[in-house]
């Protein structure tokens, strides 16, 4: 499980550190591909696997399923880390998570996701004035 929040620099040729912490749990190859929110899933080899799939049981009559598979499928490639845990983001991934240099890598369970960070502060900013709202929303799931 993913866990953590850390903050990373993401070179010219928009290769981007994963934390050692994550490394070993990633693997040497990963999927890269459109988030929520305009960050970035990241995804080991497995846990993709396990996702497609549900994507692929959703029903095709419903649009909204139908984009939302199509938007995530579209958009995921397999990444190869180098040699210093380093992953090349596309880059219209990177156009899409408004990625520049400043980025946080955060731990979200069965993935990682990416930020940029201006975008991860505004978001973690308005997010902890609304946690106590989200939790009582989320009540029905034993949270």
Sequence with gaps: MFIGKYE????AKRRLPMPAK??????KTVIVTRGLDQCLFVYTQTAWVEFSEKLNRL??????ARNFARLLLSGAVEVDLDVLGRALVPEYLADH?????QAVVIGAGGRIEIWDKTRWDSYQMSGMEQMGENATDLKEFGI
């Design 8 to 11: 990373m620099n993401m070179d």
């Design 97 to 101: 998570a408004g990625l520049k240099k």
């Design 22 to 27: 994550m490394r070993e749990e990633l693997g």
């Design 59 to 64: 029903p095709m009559s419903q649009a909204s």
